[in-house]
């Protein structure tokens, strides 16, 4: 059989990706961007979706596999381990012809300089196409819902009712959400100038979500086919989070903060929507995201006034000048948008739980007293987890009198498949295909 170069590279780069995340902490897109697999190879979206579908079901596999080797692999060949795992996904999850994936892994070997196993390798898969590769199992969690088991009782914890439901939907691909410009184009406008392009019916392509600006595709395409990306017609960001400036500004003006800004979304978002008497302040922490803003506020045609800085060292950055509206992102988990990124699974620990709680509360005690009487602050995270979200608001609403939880002026389409919280508003994920997302709407009172 002719050996498919091409393919043999791509199972080789996915273990090295899928092992870089898994045994060395290191991020998906981080892993992805180092292995440089380039836009002009024609399995470029195969080799990623073997990436994230590996790392998203990993437990379940790495258990699988376990059933066909005879003793622990040696540390020395866990890039083997991983090949693998690879090789194991491929065979359940893809339409690949079953004889391609083994011959292709197995030269993968050789391209990770492990000749001496490629016998190995073409055993225990063989031996794993000739049991049918039936189901699994076992009583582990872990291995039954693909996640670890501190993030399966941290959401039995947070949501009794709805656990299975939040895993279920993190263990599926998200779909591609996009953000129309008002300023330029409507949303109905800009869909139906897709279809255009793509020679395709709009039912093809995608729908209009329940905010005027979003689209729904039913299949991701690369920005350089989206029609006047680069003039700033439109931007992707998921539908969850454009909730964000739709509840903040609602007919209010003003100085605007977008704290924890970067990568500028939900900046770029404000100032899509604001009126000429409305200005917006963007702070990060980190120059390297703050730069990710400016050019993303570039494409867009858009300006701001972009601080790189501590939020919560309000001393080193602020003018003494109130805000009339502050955006809070707060760092969090991003436990709700786990589908779009699952090597938080494998990332992510229970101690920064405790960690992030600390550091949410700081970040919302120091705005505050940036916020004029009668003002709107908007908390908002991509988690699911209480402790990052009403636990936050509970512990400031102690320590401040003048906190006036409000209800999210939001179209009851939304409002409708939204959880109500003691303090907030809750999306879980995969709910109308977005993200999960919290949102706490405080006014500030005066006194």
């Given at each position: 059989?002719?050996?498919?170069?091409?393919?043999?590279?791509?199972?080789?780069?996915?273990?090295?990706?899928?092992?870089?995340?898994i045994?060395?902490?290191?991020?998906?897109?981080?892993?992805?961007?180092?292995?440089?697999?380039?836009?002009?190879?024609?399995?470029?979206?195969?080799?990623?979706?073997?990436?994230y579908?590996?790392?998203?079901?990993?437990?379940?596999?790495?258990?699988?596999?376990?059933?066909?080797?005879?003793?622990?692999?040696?540390?020395?060949?866990?890039?083997?381990?991983?090949?693998?795992?690879?090789?194991f996904?491929?065979?359940?999850?893809?339409?690949?012809?079953?004889?391609?994936?083994?011959?292709?892994?197995?030269?993968?070997a050789?391209l990770?300089?492990?000749?001496?196993?490629?016998?190995?390798?073409?055993?225990v898969?063989?031996?794993?196409?000739r049991?049918?590769?039936?189901?699994?199992?076992?009583?582990?969690?872990?291995?039954?819902?693909?996640?670890?088991?501190?993030?399966?009782?941290?959401?039995?914890?947070?949501?009794?009712?709805n656990?299975?439901?939040?895993?279920?939907?993190?263990?599926?691909?998200?779909?591609?959400?996009?953000?129309?410009n008002?300023?330029?184009?409507?949303?109905?406008?800009?869909?139906?100038k897709?279809?255009?392009?793509?020679?395709?019916?709009?039912?093809?392509?995608?729908?209009?979500?329940?905010?005027?600006?979003?689209?729904?595709?039913k299949?991701?395409?690369s920005?350089?086919?989206?029609?006047?990306?680069?003039?700033?017609?439109?931007?992707?960001?998921?539908g969850?989070?454009?909730?964000?400036?739709?509840?903040l500004?609602?007919?209010?003006?003003?100085?605007?903060?977008?704290?924890?800004?970067?990568?500028?979304?939900?900046?770029g978002?404000?100032?899509?929507?604001?009126?000429?008497?409305?200005?917006?302040?963007?702070?990060?922490?980190?120059?390297n995201?703050?730069?990710?803003?400016?050019?993303?506020?570039?494409?867009?045609?858009?300006?701001?006034?972009?601080?790189?800085?501590?939020?919560?060292?309000?001393?080193?950055?602020?003018?003494?000048?109130?805000?009339?509206?502050?955006?809070l992102?707060?760092?969090?988990?991003?436990?709700?948008?786990?589908?779009?990124?699952?090597?938080?699974?494998?990332l992510?620990?229970?101690?920064?739980?405790h960690?992030?709680?600390?550091?949410?509360?700081?970040?919302?005690?120091?705005?505050?007293?940036?916020?004029k009487?009668g003002?709107?602050?908007?908390?908002?995270?991509?988690?699911?987890?209480?402790?990052?979200?009403?636990?936050?608001?509970?512990?400031?609403?102690?320590?401040?009198?003048?906190?006036?939880?409000?209800?999210?002026?939001?179209?009851?389409?939304i409002?409708?498949?939204?959880?109500?919280t003691?303090?907030?508003?809750?999306?879980?994920?995969?709910?109308?295909g977005?993200?999960?997302?919290?949102?706490?709407?405080?006014?500030?009172?005066?006194?």
């Amino acid at each position: 059989m002719q050996i498919n170069d091409n393919g043999a590279m791509i199972r080789a780069k996915a273990a090295n990706v899928v092992d870089m995340v898994i045994n060395k902490g290191r991020s998906l897109d981080r892993a992805i961007e180092k292995v440089n697999v380039g836009d002009e190879n024609s399995q470029k979206s195969l080799f990623k979706a073997i990436c994230y579908g590996t790392i998203r079901f990993h437990w379940e596999l790495k258990a699988q596999l376990n059933q066909y080797i005879s003793r622990p692999i040696r540390k020395k060949d866990k890039i083997i381990e991983t090949l693998l795992i690879v090789g194991f996904f491929q065979i359940k999850n893809t339409r690949i012809p079953p004889h391609a994936i083994v011959t292709q892994t197995v030269e993968a070997a050789r391209l990770l300089k492990k000749p001496n196993l490629c016998a190995f390798i073409n055993a225990v898969l063989r031996g794993f196409l000739r049991s049918g590769w039936s189901e699994y199992i076992d009583e582990n969690e872990e291995v039954i819902y693909n996640h670890p088991q501190w993030i399966i009782n941290t959401l039995k914890n947070s949501w009794p009712d709805n656990w299975r439901e939040i895993i279920g939907n993190n263990n599926k691909q998200a779909p591609m959400w996009l953000r129309v410009n008002q300023k330029k184009i409507t949303g109905k406008e800009y869909l139906h100038k897709i279809a255009n392009s793509q020679n395709l019916p709009i039912e093809e392509i995608g729908y209009l979500g329940d905010l005027d600006q979003s689209i729904c595709l039913k299949n991701p395409i690369s920005v350089k086919l989206l029609p006047d990306f680069d003039s700033g017609s439109v931007s992707i960001q998921d539908g969850a989070a454009q909730i964000a400036a739709e509840c903040l500004l609602n007919g209010f003006s003003g100085r605007i903060l977008d704290a924890c800004a970067a990568p500028g979304g939900k900046t770029g978002h404000l100032l899509e929507k604001i009126n000429d008497s409305s200005t917006v302040t963007a702070i990060d922490i980190d120059p390297n995201r703050t730069n990710i803003i400016e050019k993303n506020l570039d494409r867009l045609g858009l300006q701001a006034k972009i601080i790189t800085a501590d939020v919560a060292d309000t001393k080193s950055w602020w003018d003494a000048k109130l805000f009339d509206l502050i955006l809070l992102d707060a760092p969090c988990s991003a436990s709700g948008v786990i589908r779009r990124h699952p090597d938080i699974k494998h990332l992510k620990r229970e101690e920064d739980i405790h960690s992030l709680n600390l550091m949410q509360l700081n970040i919302i005690n120091s705005l505050w007293s940036l916020l004029k009487p009668g003002g709107q602050l908007l908390y908002v995270t991509c988690s699911v987890f209480t402790e990052e979200n009403d636990l936050v608001i509970e512990n400031f609403k102690k320590t401040h009198s003048d906190v006036i939880a409000k209800k999210l002026l939001l179209n009851n389409n939304i409002h409708d498949v939204m959880h109500k919280t003691i303090y907030g508003y809750q999306l879980l994920p995969g709910t109308r295909g977005m993200d999960g997302f919290y949102f706490s709407y405080l006014e500030k009172a005066i006194l």
